[in-house]
Antibody, heavy 120, light 110 residues
Framework: QVQLVESGGGVVQPGRSLRLSCAAS????????MHWVRQPPGKGPEWVAV????????YYSESVKGRFTISRDNSKNTLYLQMDSLRADDTAVYYC?????????????WGQGTLVTVSS | QSVLTQPPSVSAAPGQKVTISCSGS????????VCWYQQLPGTAPKLLIY???KRPSGIPDRFSGSKSGTSATLGITGLQTGDEADYYC???????????FGTGTKVTVL
C-alpha cells in the first residue's frame, strides 16, 4: 500500500526558509516522478513542482520558481521541498504526491499534507 | 488563475445523476490524460479517475470519466450524501510545463 508522509511544516516568518520532507513507502520510489502540490486555506489545489524519477528533470510553477527547490534521495525513499524567501501567500497545506510515470504524467497518490503558515 | 474551467457548483437529489465539465485547451486536455479528484472536507484529494476514463481499484462504477477535444466530463450516478465534496480535474499542460488543476466544483446532494 502506497504511503506518503509529509513533515516539516510549521509557522515561519516572511523571508525565512523551511524544508519539507516526504517519506515514501509501499512502492518502488526510484521508478516514479514525484510532485509537490499546495492548497491555500479555502482554495483549490495548486501545483508547485515535479521531479523526474532520477532527479535530473525538474519543473516549477511560476509562483515559486527561483524560491523553491525540489529534490529527492532515492536511497532514502524521500522527497524534499526547500522553500526560501517565504511569503504570506505561500501559506497552505503542502501535499507530496506520486506520479504514474518516470516524469510528469498524472498525479495518482497523495499524502495527508503538512501545514505551512507564513506569518510575522 | 486556473487554465481549466469547471462550474462552481452542481446539485441533485439522492439517486440522481450529475455531470461536471472541465474545459481546457490544446496544450492540456486535448493532448494529455485527464484525472479527476474528490476532496471531502478536511481531507486530502483522492484520485477518482485517471487516463481520462479509468477508475482506480476501490472506486465504484457510479463514477465515470470521458474526454472529447479540449473538454472532459465527470459523471456521478446514483448520487449519495457521501458524494458531497469538491471535485477537481487535473492534467499536464505542455505549453506551461506544469500540472494544472481545474477551478473546482462543489457537489451538493439535495
Amino acid at each position: 500500500q502506497v504511503q506518503l508522509v509529509e513533515s516539516g511544516g510549521g509557522v515561519v516568518q516572511p523571508g525565512r526558509s523551511l524544508r519539507l520532507s516526504c517519506a515514501a513507502s509501499g512502492f518502488f520510489f526510484s521508478s516514479y516522478a514525484m510532485h509537490w502540490v499546495r492548497q491555500p486555506p479555502g482554495k483549490g489545489p495548486e501545483w508547485v513542482a515535479v521531479i523526474s524519477y532520477d532527479g535530473i528533470n525538474k519543473y516549477y510553477s511560476e509562483s515559486v520558481k527561483g524560491r523553491f527547490t525540489i529534490s529527492r534521495d532515492n536511497s532514502k525513499n524521500t522527497l524534499y521541498l526547500q522553500m526560501d524567501s517565504l511569503r504570506a501567500d505561500d501559506t497552505a497545506v503542502y501535499y507530496c504526491a506520486r506520479d504514474t510515470g518516470i516524469m510528469a504524467t498524472m498525479i495518482y497518490d497523495w499524502g495527508q499534507g503538512t501545514l505551512v503558515t507564513v506569518s510575522s | 488563475q486556473s487554465v481549466l474551467t469547471q462550474p462552481p457548483s452542481v446539485s441533485a437529489a439522492p439517486g440522481q445523476k450529475v455531470t461536471i465539465s472541465c474545459s481546457g485547451s490544446s496544450s492540456n486536455i486535448a493532448n494529455n490524460y485527464v484525472c479527476w479528484y474528490q476532496q471531502l472536507p478536511g481531507t486530502a484529494p483522492k484520485l477518482l479517475i485517471y487516463d481520462n476514463n479509468k477508475r482506480p481499484s476501490g472506486i465504484p462504477d457510479r463514477f465515470s470519466g470521458s474526454k472529447s477535444g479540449t473538454s472532459a466530463t465527470l459523471g456521478i450516478t446514483g448520487l449519495q450524501t457521501g458524494d458531497e465534496a469538491d471535485y477537481y480535474c487535473g492534467t499536464w499542460d505542455t505549453s506551461l510545463s506544469a500540472y494544472v488543476f481545474g477551478t473546482g466544483t462543489k457537489v451538493t446532494v439535495l
